[in-house]
Each structure stands twice: as structure tokens, then as C-alpha cells.
């Protein structure tokens, strides 16, 4: 077969060649009509009498727009970013961490930097428990939370609806103590066993210890004669007649706080490194053990349920 069709190429070639011929003249013999139309149908654009006119443009009102200063960054004032201007950061080996000011410590210069620092500590748990009444199967929880000056009394299942808490069970038990005698020894404990509703954890609160958050706190004074203690975060700012002092690190080991001074009429803050006087500083001491009451007080109390 392809031997047959290799020597009738050609012949083959014309008859395809006068096929598409044939096809092509029957479709112009049946479509005449039409091909005689579109030949004799104008293709000339009409244009209007009228001379061309030309149409202005609106161009838009543009008015020219300041851009406002940018804003200080949650870290502190000096922490200004703007647009085409990189940041300048400079990193203070005392302090070990990253400033927007030269690294400079006045503090043997002579002035007074008129902030000390009392104690680095660990900030509370917002409830602390203080003791219990009753027996087992019936106790009733006794509670207390900084900023209330009242007892808050509640059983296994009450909710704190302002702390955000909610008491999920409420236990005394023996628990042995690790000791070198050859006799076990134990000691009593209430554990409260709380639902924090901002986080969804569970916490337990031990009547053997204060519950502690990992978050540190700077307790402070100013120089000022009679200026009473004040109990800082990192980022807040203290303030008197004379400056602004920002509390831009704490450190609970070895204990030490980094404190920016910003003074009037000054470009820059002054930072210094601020140590407890004569102190090791630390965590503070742990307090006394929780109490179990004979029977609830009478005044003093904020009961959560019965």
C-alpha cells in the first residue's frame, strides 16, 4: 500500500488539488447572492457637515497634602519610624537591650536621677486563696484579690464574674513532704482549682504558697521627700515636677530595672540601670500558710454562693 501510494504521488496530489477546487466552486455558485452583496455594499464612513470641534478636558482639583508626624511606637516616645527614613538603634551593653538614644549612663556624674528602686518582684494572681470553713464535702472557700477590700466567700462551681474566674473544685488534703526521715511526713493543703476564663486555662491555687504570674514588677519611689512606693509594669511611665521616668526593662535576676528620663528642654532621655540599695532583691518572701476558720466573720465579707 505504501509502496502504491509512493508512486502516484503526484496523481494523487492533483485529484485532492481538483476535489477543494470543485468543492470551493459549488460553494460560490450556491452563495452568489450574498458575495454579490457584500461586493456592491459601501464601505465609506459618512462624516457630518459640521467641522470637528475639540472637547476640553476637566483635569481634577488636586490640592497638596502634609503628611502628619509619625507616631511614637508602644515602645516608648523616641521610637519614631517615618517613611524614607530608616531608624537609627543603638544597643546598650549595660542595660543589654536596644535603645533609640545613645547609650549613656550618668549615674556617677554627680545628679541626682531622682528615682530609686525598692524591690524587683513577681506580680500576684488576681485571686489569692485565704483559708476555708466547714468540713470535707461541705467547705467553703474564702478568697482575696487585690483592689478589694473585702472577703469573697464561695463553694465548688461559683463563678467571679468581675475577675473572670470560675471555682471548679475546692479540696484539703494530706500531701507528703519530701523530707531524710524514714517516716513519711505530711502536711495539709487546700488546692482550689479555678477556670480562667481569659485564657481558658486552669489554675490551681495551694494554700502552702502564694500563686504567682510570671509577669515582673517594679516597685519604685521617687527621690522626692514623702513620695510613696509605686508598683510599675515595663512600659509605664512615672512623672513628677521635674520629668518623666519609662520603665523600659525589668529583671528579677540579678534584680535591676532600665529607666529612661525624659527632662524638659532636653533632646534626649537620660537611661540609667537602677539596683535595690544593699538588696539582693528577688521574689517576695512567702507568706503564712491559709488558715481553716472555726467560723466565718461577721464583717468584711463579700459571699460568691452558699
Not at 57 to 64: A, D, Q, R
Not at 223 to 246: C, K, M, N, V, W
Amino acid at each position: 500500500m505504501s509502496q502504491l501510494i509512493k508512486t502516484n504521488y503526484d496523481k494523487l496530489l492533483a485529484a485532492l488539488a481538483a476535489a477543494v477546487l470543485a468543492v470551493s466552486g459549488g460553494w460560490m455558485w450556491s452563495h452568489q447572492a450574498e458575495i454579490a452583496r457584500l461586493q456592491h455594499q459601501p464601505v465609506a464612513v459618512d462624516l457630518a457637515g459640521a467641522a470637528y470641534a475639540l472637547s476640553g478636558l476637566t483635569s481634577p482639583e488636586t490640592k497638596p497634602v502634609v503628611w502628619a508626624k509619625p507616631a511614637a511606637q508602644s515602645h516608648g516616645s523616641g521610637w519614631l519610624y517615618e517613611v524614607f527614613t530608616p531608624p537609627v538603634i543603638y544597643y546598650n551593653t549595660l542595660a543589654r537591650s536596644f535603645t533609640v538614644t545613645p547609650p549613656m549612663n550618668l549615674a556617677d556624674g554627680g545628679t541626682p536621677f531622682g528615682l530609686e528602686l525598692l524591690e524587683v518582684k513577681l506580680e500576684p494572681y488576681r485571686l489569692q486563696l485565704a483559708g476555708y470553713f466547714g468540713e470535707s464535702g461541705d467547705y467553703l472557700a474564702a478568697f482575696v484579690s487585690p483592689g478589694q477590700p473585702e472577703t469573697l466567700l464561695a463553694r465548688s462551681g461559683r463563678r467571679f464574674e468581675q475577675l473572670g474566674l470560675t471555682l471548679k473544685s475546692f479540696d484539703v488534703r494530706k500531701i507528703e513532704v519530701a523530707n531524710t526521715d524514714a517516716l513519711p511526713v505530711y502536711d495539709v493543703a487546700a488546692l482550689a482549682v479555678l477556670l480562667d476564663e481569659k485564657t481558658g486555662e486552669e489554675i490551681v491555687l495551694d494554700s502552702r504558697q502564694r500563686k504567682l504570674t510570671d509577669t515582673p514588677l517594679a516597685v519604685l519611689r521617687l527621690s522626692a521627700q514623702g513620695a510613696a512606693p509605686r508598683i510599675l509594669h515595663e512600659g509605664d511611665t512615672l512623672a513628677d515636677d521635674t520629668a518623666t521616668y519609662r520603665i523600659e526593662r525589668i529583671q528579677l535576676d540579678p534584680p535591676e530595672v532600665v529607666v529612661a528620663k525624659q527632662t524638659p528642654g532636653l533632646p534626649l532621655p537620660e537611661i540609667q540601670i537602677l539596683r535595690p540599695a544593699g538588696k539582693e532583691g528577688g521574689i517576695a518572701a512567702k507568706p503564712a500558710k491559709t488558715r481553716k476558720f472555726s467560723a466565718p466573720p461577721k464583717t468584711g465579707l463579700a459571699t460568691n454562693g452558699n
